[in-house]
């Protein structure tokens, strides 16, 4: 028997013959409450902004967030109720036109999206292009990103989440937290890659 047989005899010998199944209660997330409390959780420790509001406060918490920025871009089938209570400047993007690079990257410029569905576990945000999300370069341009999040929206884990989506093969962006990377010495950079600054609004009720 040469060397690399006996490897893989010792292998095969210390492999178990009946696959071992892992316990998955641990998982479990009980609650439409706990799940809301839960993403919330995941996102403050991604460092993301979090508002909880009700549907009456939605206009005036986006235009609270959105106070310092001059120019806000929406999706083209973002709700006009939204921006409602912003007072700069709102370009649509979508049809009948899509927004330049340059003018996505402007300075003082912010995104407003929804999103598809947010995961609990993990603390994601799911976008898959829909009318109040846009196209991928709206939450991956500007600096500033901020995102509704109904608590319906909110499913426990991410099998859960991507079966709610209408087609889970499309593009997806998947966002937890403001982009962020470190060098070999782990010193945290933020915005090299994307928004350096996410605001996730949930909306309760």
């Known amino acids: 028997m040469s060397a690399r047989d006996e490897v893989l005899r010792r292998v095969r010998a210390a ?9 998955r209660e641990y998982l479990a ?18 460092k993301a902004t979090v508002r909880r509001c009700n549907p009456d406060e939605l206009a005036g918490t986006v235009a609270e967030l959105l106070s310092g920025a001059s120019t806000v871009v929406a999706p083209s089938g973002a709700p006009e109720g939204w921006l409602s209570g912003y007072q700069g400047r709102v370009l649509r993007d979508g049809e009948p036109q899509q927004l330049a690079v340059a003018d996505l990257d402007a300075p003082g ?5 929804g999103c598809a569905v947010a995961v609990a576990r993990t603390g994601t945000l799911i976008l898959d292009a829909g009318p109040d ?10 600096d500033h990103h901020v995102c509704v999040v109904h608590s319906g929206q909110v499913a426990g884990g991410v099998p859960e989440a991507l079966a709610r989506l209408a087609d889970p093969t499309q593009p997806l962006t998947l966002i937890s937290g403001p982009s962020a990377t470190s060098d070999i010495e782990l010193n945290r950079v ?11 609004v949930v909306v309760v009720g």
């Open 15 to 23: 492999r178990p013959a009946v696959p071992v199944a892992v316990p």
């Open 29 to 46: 997330v009980d609650g439409a409450e706990d799940l809301v409390a839960l993403l919330v959780d995941r996102l403050l420790d991604y």
């Open 109 to 113: 410029v912010a995104v407003l999206t």
């Open 133 to 142: 999300q846009g196209r991928r370069a709206l939450s991956l341009v500007p």
């Open 190 to 200: 933020e915005g090299v890659h994307g928004p350096r600054r996410l605001d996730v």
